[in-house]
């Protein structure tokens, strides 16, 4: 059974460039030594199956696997259609890493001696996004905003994996929408918020952090620490470049 037979049977349609540039990057990898392979056309089957009746990973498909139990998966509907993430078996993060299968298959076949940690990832972004890449960031953003407003009733963990989504695809103009979530009720939404405000160096933040740092969370208050001395270094770095 191909890969395509595989994804049809399952009701699952994925663009033809896609298709193509999977079929072709599983030839470059017949017979090398990678970090990262190719899941064959049983195992695609198996995990879809399993993977379909854990309601977080509804419209995620395992592609890629390291052998360990972890997995580099594709969304294949809703807003972040197309964007790939990362699956481990310890800890749940369904936040995109790659803009596209493309983006991804070009790291790898680059460098087939890394594995997944020390891959160039997508996601979050910088400065140096194109201005479509802005504008399609910013149309995910608003669209799993949209879900999240019109669904009060959502299981914790399901909102929980959007809003680290949302978050993750948040780009650096945008960065001021992430300062409603470091107050959150959700320790885990909260520890990332304060993360990702650090990792883009958002001085704004200072004053919120600290009282996080005060009274937050157990996971926020360690966040929100570490998220001030990356603001600090970035703003040392930017002192020095001057």
């Not at 379909?52 to 259609?81: C, M, R």
């Not at 995910?140 to 989504?165: F, G, N, P, T, W």
Request: charged share 30%; glycine share 2%.
């Amino acid at each position: 059974m191909s890969l395509q037979e595989v994804l049809e049977r399952q009701a699952i349609d994925l663009p033809d460039d896609t298709l193509e540039a999977l079929l072709i990057h599983s030839k470059k990898q017949e017979g090398r030594q990678v970090q990262l392979r190719l899941l064959s056309e049983q195992e695609l089957a198996e995990s879809i199956e399993w993977m379909t009746q854990i309601k977080v990973f509804k419209h995620i498909v395992p592609l890629w696997t390291d052998d360990h139990s972890n997995y580099v998966s594709l969304y294949v509907e809703g807003p972040l259609a197309y964007k790939l993430c990362y699956i481990n078996h310890e800890e749940t993060d369904l936040s995109p890493m790659y803009r596209s299968t493309a983006s991804l298959i070009a790291e790898l076949e680059q460098n087939p001696e890394l594995d997944w940690e020390q891959l160039r990832k997508d996601y979050p972004s910088d400065n140096d996004i194109s201005t479509e890449q802005l504008a399609e960031d910013i149309r995910c953003m608003h669209e799993m905003q949209a879900i999240l407003e019109k669904d009060s009733s959502m299981e914790d963990d399901v909102r929980c994996q959007l809003l680290y989504s949302l978050m993750a695809i948040t780009p650096v103009s945008e960065v001021d929408s992430l300062l409603p979530y470091v107050d959150d009720e959700d320790m885990y939404v909260q520890e990332r918020a304060c993360i990702l405000l650090g990792y883009h160096g958002y001085e704004p933040a200072t004053e919120i952090l600290k009282e996080v740092v005060k009274h937050g969370s157990p996971n926020g208050n360690l966040a929100a620490r570490k998220a001030l001395s990356m603001i600090r270094a970035k703003q040392m770095d930017n002192y020095i470049k001057k």
